[in-house]
């Protein structure tokens, strides 16, 4: 699926997130906005949603990107109904293969080990900043698995 972007062209999912996260908006809130349209979800309640969750929600810890992807997750698979129990159950087991899958390819969960510093500090938040880039990667590597696994 293709998103229209401000300017007029059309973009994948991927190329939106960079879009928005290159744009001001954190990790999490980039990936989890780049999937609004397919989920029926409205784009500034999103934006909202993600956005304490971006740094290892302000801590260093599970990635911004890894705890979008899996609010996405929910949104196609969540449990809704008290006693659904198999919907979490099956709820579960998806966002099991997000969080394997990514640090399978990274090596790693946490903003802390994925960027090698503490962003709690100043020093920490400094050398974060210096990694965008990096983190852009990120944001491409969480919407591309969820891509590949149907989302």
Do not use: W
């Not at 293709?2 to 990936?31: D, I, P, Q, W």
């Amino acid at each position: 699926m293709v998103l229209h972007n401000r300017k007029g062209y059309y973009m994948t999912k991927k190329e939106n997130a960079a879009e928005l996260f290159h744009g001001g908006f954190n990790c999490a809130a980039s990936v989890l906005a780049s999937f609004c349209e397919d989920y029926d979800l409205d784009t500034e309640l999103a934006l909202k949603l993600a956005c304490g969750l971006g740094g290892g929600f302000q801590s260093g810890e599970i990635c911004g990107a890894v705890s979008a992807a899996i609010l996405v997750v929910g949104l196609k698979y969540g449990q809704y109904v008290m006693e659904d129990l198999a919907a979490k159950a099956n709820c579960r087991a998806r966002a099991s293969q997000i969080i394997e899958g990514f640090r399978e390819k990274h090596g790693a969960l946490t903003c802390r080990d994925l960027l090698g510093c503490d962003i709690t500090t100043v020093e920490g938040r400094e050398t974060a900043l210096e990694k965008k880039p990096f983190c852009a990667g990120l944001v491409g590597s969480a919407v591309e698995l969820l891509e590949e696994l149907g989302y």
